[in-house]
Each structure stands twice: as C-alpha cells, then as structure tokens.
C-alpha cells in the first residue's frame, strides 16, 4: 500500500473517529443540533459545489433528482437523527451504533435489491445490533452516573443507522448508472437545504454560543469529518482493495471512544465494553462473508 493511500486511509479514519467527539464539545458549550447539522452541510455543500464549478462538472435533471433523493436520507435525516443522539449518549457509545450502517445497507439491499447475501453476514448482522440493544437497554450512556438517556439517544442514533441504509441501498441502485461528482453535488445541496430549513422552520439555529473556538470547530466538521473523508475513500477505493478501504470502519469508533474518554471526560463501563465488542464482532464477521454482484463503488460520505 502506497504512502498516499495510507494518508488517505489515516485522513478518512481520523475525520470519522472524530467527528463525534466535535459534536459532543459542541454541545457542552451550548450549540444545538440543527445549527451544528446546518452549519456543516452548509460548509460541505459550498464546498462541493465550489469543486464542481472548477471542474465545470454537468449534471442532468435526472442526477439532481437522484443525488437529492439520497441526499434527503444521507446528508439529511442521517446526521440529524446521529447528531441528536449525541446530546442523550456519549461518542464512543453513539461510533459503536454506526458501525452497523454497512451491514444493515447489506442486508436491505439483500431484500430490496435481490443482491447475494450469506448467512454470515446475516448472523454477523443479527450479533452486531445485539451488542448495540445491549448497550441502550443496559441504561449506559457513556456520559457518567444518570446523565444523558441511552435509550432515547439509542433510538435516535438506530434511526440514524436506517437512513443511512437506504441512502446505500439507494446509491447502489443508482452509482453504477452517473459519475460520483453527478450525485456528490445535488446529494450536499439537498441535505443542505432540509437541514437548514428545519432549522429556521423550527427556531433551531442560532449562532449567539460560537465564539471564535466553536466557529473554527464547525468549519472544521463541515471540511474535516465530510469533505476529506468523502474525498480520501474515494481516492483510496481507486488505487486499493475495498477490504483495506473497509477498516476506516472498523477503526474510526476506536479514535471516537478513545477521544471521547481523554477530551471530554467520558466513561467506558463493562456493558458498553462487551456491547462494543458484540457490534465490532459482528460487523467484522458480516464484511468478511459479503458476496455481492459486481458494481462500481458507491459513494462514501460520513454518517455523523
């Protein structure tokens, strides 16, 4: 593996791990939810956008229509549901969550798409979202003695892992038809729109907390844990082999529990611990039996 893909890799794995960690500091200062999600959809759809200008990318009536659809669930409903939870759980608690998002598109594409699925990967299902329940019933949020409220925050982020399941199965029905910049645009566009239009509609967005600290922090999140990990997978996925693309997954939680713990104080306490293990065992034992039909990557764009 070159230096560049490992910088990629490294890039990818960082932006994910800590995109939790930034939105847990954001709130403890007084941000809320849907100026967070506005604020950096806002940051990645310009960002995006300005690309696609400079490249003099064309997109059709059909590619805004498609990349809006799932838009609508990834870069939208997605991280709202994500980024709500963290104000009820903590960010180790809510990464070990999301890594149930390949597994669930895997097996929703299974039933919506027909694609070809083993046993494995079901039971590797079945065992990861056992590990994730244990976690929310066991009443741990990660945030210390009767803070937070892990079932809620459980809930949300569960939600969170089923949107973003369809935006993956939507993209894999879609990616193989119109090139990754073609959906990119409309998909940060779209999600853009709805999260700051819920967030004027509902009196959410409010820019009074930031001070210059939390501004650089929110541009960070929109550039950081979106845009370059969107960008380096894609990279990574043209010059390697998916598997090795694959382990941003497996260590991105790693960097949010640990960063979770050392800057923001958080607990780990056994039954996250063996929930933690049950959910990573699981999505492990899932991705190494996926049998898939051949198609052209679907885009990679953070969850949180």
């Known amino acids: 593996m070159s230096k560049k893909v490992f910088a990629a890799l490294g890039g990818a794995t960082a932006g994910w791990g800590l995109a939790a960690v930034g939105v847990r500091y954001a709130f403890e200062n007084g941000v809320s939810t849907l100026t967070v ?22 997109i059709s009536a059909l590619e805004w229509r498609r990349g809006s659809l799932i838009g609508m669930f990834r870069t939208a409903i997605s991280p709202i549901l994500f980024i709500g939870s963290l104000q009820y759980i903590s960010a180790g608690v809510e990464a070990i969550i999301i890594t ?74 879609f990616a193989p038809h119109h090139s990754t910049m073609a959906l990119a645009v409309p998909m940060f566009i779209s999600g853009g729109v709805i999260a700051l239009t819920a967030a004027f509609a509902l009196g959410d967005f409010d820019t009074s907390p930031l001070d210059a600290e939390l501004w650089i922090l929110l541009v960070a999140l929109g550039l950081g844990s979106t845009l ?4 380096a997978t894609l990279y990574a996925a043209k010059h390697t082999t998916a598997a090795r693309v694959s382990l941003v997954a497996y260590v991105a939680p790693l960097i949010s529990v640990a960063g979770g713990i050392v800057l923001l104080d958080e607990k780990l306490t056994i039954p996250i611990i063996i ?30």
Do not use: H, N
């Open 37 to 58: 999600v506005g604020f950096r959809l806002g940051v990645a759809a310009a960002a995006v956008t300005l690309f696609a200008l400079a490249i003099q990318q064309k």
């Open 100 to 173: 149930l998002i390949p597994v669930a598109t895997a097996v929703l594409a299974w039933v919506m798409l027909g694609e070809a699925q083993r046993r494995s990967q079901v039971f590797g299902f079945v065992l990861a979202l056992s590990g994730a329940l244990l976690i929310i019933l066991s009443g741990e949020s990660g945030l210390g003695s009767g803070e937070g409220d892990p079932l809620l925050g459980g809930m949300l982020a569960l939600g969170g892992v089923a949107a973003a399941a369809i935006s993956g199965v939507l993209q894999r029905k």
């Open 275 to 304: 929930g933690g293990l049950l959910a990573l065992s699981g999505v492990v034992l899932a991705g190494g039996g996926i049998s898939l039909k051949a198609r052209p990557d679907p885009i990679e764009v953070d969850a949180t």
């Open 228 to 231: 370059l990990p969107f960008g």
